[in-house]
């Protein structure tokens, strides 16, 4: 009985690595089709698509949704999109991938602080991973003069956007199946990003020809199939674990724009990032050992309720 939960949770982990990957890859795929398309329009395509796709698994189920589950999943999935155009603008701004990439993963520490203001109370151990990143950020913001550039300036308002998007996302949608809940905030979100391309963008010129494989692969690898690993992962791995291996996406973009892109970074940018990775490591193991904590003492109440 133990093999097979440590297989299973193996098997969890493994996924969850290939998650990180697909995710990885989705930013380099998109660095590839905005050189064609302007960002708003891609993902308009990108995210409606993939909603449309994603429903497809369950057609009934969705088209069965009551209209207060949809309407709170068509709100929350607003936040996604405005979250989304802000990552997308970024990208077409920046450079490279990496200290985008370090930047937006800052979420993770974000979630719990804007989670405040839902009456969620922060663990000890995620401010010491906020305080060990905030140098971090300043070793980046350095290696362009005292100053954070741009394109670092909206990935880090994507990142609390992204943070929000998850506390409200919890507290609102909770009671709505995945596969419900994920069609709809994915054609909110593309909506949201259409709206904005009509705004910004309707006058550019849009070219799919030569980067039509690029968006495929980021429809359905980079958002529809890591969407479905991702449920799976989350079905079968341990409380908590999860979060450790999720925090190798940045990596992987890192290393995918060094390879492929060229990147090159400063001992002062690659320095910034190694903190805020480490303050991630921090923020996942004190997240994993919380999670453990109240799963004992959880088990400790029901003995002695069952004891008296």
């Known amino acids: 009985m133990q093999n097979n939960a440590q297989s299973s949770g193996l098997y969890a982990h493994l996924l969850l690595v290939v998650v990180t990957l697909l995710a990885a890859s ?20 990108r995210f409606v698509s993939s909603g449309i796709m994603v429903g497809g698994m369950k057609p009934r189920q969705v088209l069965s949704t009551s209209p207060s589950k949809r309407t709170r999943a068509l709100l929350t999935g607003c936040l996604l999109g405005a979250q989304t155009a802000l990552w997308g603008f970024a990208l077409m701004l920046s450079e490279g991938l990496g200290v985008g990439a370090f930047l937006i993963s800052l979420s993770f520490l974000l979630i719990p602080v804007t989670g405040l203001m839902f009456g969620y109370r922060a663990q000890p151990h995620t401010w010491l991973a906020v305080a060990i990143a905030m140098p971090g950020l300043g070793l980046l913001a350095l290696r362009h003069g005292f100053a954070l550039a741009p ?87 341990p409380e908590g674990q999860g979060a450790i291996v999720m925090t190798l996406e940045p990596v992987w973009v890192a290393i995918l724009s060094a390879w492929w892109l060229h990147e090159s970074l400063s001992v002062m940018a690659l320095s910034g990032m190694g903190l805020i990775f480490f303050a991630l490591i921090v923020n996942a193991i004190g997240s994993l050992r919380a999670g453990r904590k109240q799963k004992l003492a959880s088990a400790g109440q029901s003995v002695a309720v069952s004891g008296n």
Request: net charge neutral; glycine share 4%.
């Open 26 to 45: 989705g930013w380099l795929f998109s660095k590839f089709v905005i050189t064609a398309m302007t960002p708003m329009f891609f993902l308009a395509i």
């Open 151 to 237: 394109s670092d300036i909206l990935f880090l308002l994507s990142a609390v956007l992204y943070a929000l998007y998850f506390n409200v996302n919890g507290k609102y949608c909770a009671d709505i199946p995945p596969v419900t809940q994920t069609c709809f905030q994915l054609i909110a979100a593309g909506t949201v990003c259409f709206i904005a391309f009509l705004f910004w963008e309707r006058d550019a010129t849009q070219s799919v020809d030569g980067v039509w494989h690029w968006l495929a692969l980021s429809i359905v690898l980079a958002t529809c199939l890591r969407f479905l690993f991702l449920l799976k992962a989350q079905s079968m791995s």
